[in-house]
């Protein structure tokens, strides 16, 4: 009669256990869309055993009291993940500097329906005219004319670099932002979880999955190491930095500069901000960026190298070494372009300028006693004037915050005409793209443009002069390319160069792009649902439950026959 008793436990048991698999089931196939959802695999054991006999011949005589459900297993796979976030973070990173790339290129290419290019040429095409007259007013005018376009192009294209650098800025902005908000809710997780989970009893299988969703969109923003700690929780690394352990969140900061108002992020805890020491999040002195080094992960690294620390000029690349030009202004896209094209803009300004206005050197002593000792002053033998016979001979391009010229009286009476040399500590004083302009007076005054020797002959040399700077093999692109050319090959090498970074770029995301999705693939098959997986699985406990039912009829009818017969 017992045992008879003790058999309907058995196909309750049954039938529970198989009710409790379906229900686990029919959650899996109602998620089986949603993303990051981790399926739940039911896993079964034995009952506690009743021994009868422990004096058997040959084994202990028990009977069984069913089946339980052991766990329901959230599966992942701890390699496939770390994979994973590695090289989603490297992929983002590529992804970053490409885009940046293809915006630069886009710029170059294009500004307002006009290549940059055109307005090169046609400004070399003005002094190919002015070379047939140098005395006609018309060739002049056209001079000046194409001049204030090709300055114009220059400057609307470095407000347009500049302008992209603060939009990459603001994206930087928005990247911090992120990943202060995904470690609090990390940390949020590691609190609920830790709290659900400690009766040991139920697992909190949707906040893990709310979490390790936040952890792979945190890997792609920077490098990611994390650890499941043996209560639930995850402690996480940023950028080899404590980042969330059970309790805190060891925030990410950003400085800005004052002049650029660039961001920049960094490390309170390890910083000392009354000393104005600070740690920054990422160190691009200790190593290259590679991924032997697995120094080449997250967007937000990439953005702030795109973007560099500042608006570049011809300062950052005209005569800088090789090394510390590749550690600085080379390893950003933005800030070479910037650079490059600033110094483009320089020699052909300031080589245009010297023959319109050309220099000497000379000592001499002033009416108040200064000794001016191998000084540039305006040549004066070989100078030319305009119409207006004004000395010294007008430059085509001004400085807006310094003169060319400083008129100083020597001793003996002479007039000399002294250079204003380009102080480098301020750019008011300096041919830079942003600071220059093509000479008011110029632009008002026509015949003001030096054409005449001093014997008032047309400057026919000067002239010729003019036109053969262009085909003059005088410039370097960079420091890490020593080939001279002219200023048309400077242009078209620049362009390449921006397009040949952009292809590798592009060629390393892509690439990575399409591991990363294998990668995922992999992990899917781990974690993921599979709708016909989980159908044979409903009818395998349907089956089960329809068995332990039939189970269960069976030893009532049993049980009815020998109690009425009885």
């Given amino acids: 009669m017992a045992n008879g008793m003790g058999s309907l436990y058995i196909g309750a048991s049954g039938l529970q256990n198989s009710q409790n698999a379906l229900n686990t089931t029919a959650n899996n196939l109602a998620n089986v869309d949603t993303k990051g ?8 054991e034995d009952r506690d055993y009743v021994t009868f006999d422990r004096k058997a011949a040959i084994s202990d005589q028990q009977a069984g009291l069913g089946v339980n459900i052991a766990d329901v297993v959230h599966t992942r796979n701890v390699f496939l993940d770390q994979y994973y976030r590695t090289e989603n973070g490297r992929q983002s990173f590529y992804e970053a500097c490409a885009e940046s790339s293809r915006e ?63 939009n990459l800025n603001y994206k930087i902005n928005n990247d911090i ?56 929780t995850v402690r996480v690394k940023l950028e080899n930095v404590e980042f969330v352990d059970e309790i ?51 967007s937000l690294k990439g953005l702030v190298i795109s973007r560099g620390d500042k608006p570049a000029d011809y300062r950052d690349i005209t005569g800088v070494d090789q090394q510390i030009y590749e550690d600085t202004t080379g390893m950003s896209v933005v800030m070479t372009a910037q650079a490059e094209l600033d110094q483009l803009i320089h020699e052909v300004v300031t080589a245009i300028n010297d023959i319109f206005s050309p220099l000497t050197t000379k000592s001499f002593t002033a009416m108040d006693g200064t000794r001016y000792s191998n000084v540039k002053v305006w040549d004066e033998e070989n100078g030319c004037l305009g119409t207006d016979g004004e000395k010294p001979g007008r430059e085509l391009f001004t400085r807006r915050g310094c003169e060319r010229y400083n008129k100083v009286t020597a001793q003996d009476g002479t007039v000399y005409y002294v250079y204003n040399e380009e102080d480098l500590t301020d750019t008011a004083k300096m041919y830079t793209t942003k600071g220059i302009e093509v000479n008011e007076y110029l632009l008002k005054q026509e015949n003001g443009l030096p054409h005449l020797k001093k014997n008032g002959e047309p400057a026919q040399a000067m002239a ?5 700077l262009w085909d003059e093999k005088r410039q370097t692109i960079n420091p890490s390319n020593n080939d001279l050319c002219t200023f048309k090959e400077y242009y078209r090498r620049m362009i390449q160069d921006v397009g040949t970074t952009g292809n590798v770029y592009e060629g390393l995301a892509s690439g990575l792009s399409a591991e990363v999705e294998s990668i995922d693939n992999s992990r899917q098959q781990v ?24 189970f269960i009829n069976v030893i009532s009818e049993m049980l009815e026959h020998i109690v009425t017969r009885l």
Wanted: aromatic fraction near 12%.
């Fill in 37 to 44: 959802y981790v399926r739940q695999q039911v896993l079964f």
């Fill in 177 to 232: 932002k992120r990943i202060n908000e995904l470690g609090k809710k990390i940390r949020d997780l590691n609190q609920e979880i830790l709290r659900i989970e400690s009766g040991g009893v139920e697992t909190a299988m949707t906040l893990r999955d709310e979490r390790d969703n936040a952890l792979d969109e945190l890997s792609g923003l920077a490098k990611v190491d994390f650890k499941e700690r043996a209560d639930g």
């Fill in 104 to 166: 630069v290129e886009k710029l170059f290419q294009e500004l307002e329906g006009e290549e940059f290019h055109t307005s090169l040429q046609q400004f070399w095409e003005s002094f190919a005219e002015f070379v047939k007259g140098p005395e006609n007013g018309e060739y002049q005018a056209l001079v000046v004319q194409k001049a204030t376009l090709f300055v114009d192009r220059a400057q609307k294209m470095q407000k347009e670099m500049y302008d992209y650098q603060k």
């Fill in 464 to 468: 010729q002069a003019l036109v053969a």
């Fill in 248 to 298: 805190h969140v060891y925030e990410v900061q950003g400085y800005t500069d004052l002049t650029t108002g660039f961001v920049t992020p960094y490390w309170p805890q390890l910083s000392d901000v009354g000393r104005g020491q600070y740690t920054y999040m990422f160190d691009y002195k200790s190593g290259d960026i590679s991924a032997e080094l697995n120094t080449d992960i997250g």
């Fill in 527 to 550: 974690f993921g649902v599979s709708s016909d997986e989980e159908l044979q699985n409903m009818i395998k406990y349907q089956n089960a439950y329809n068995a332990a039912s039939r």
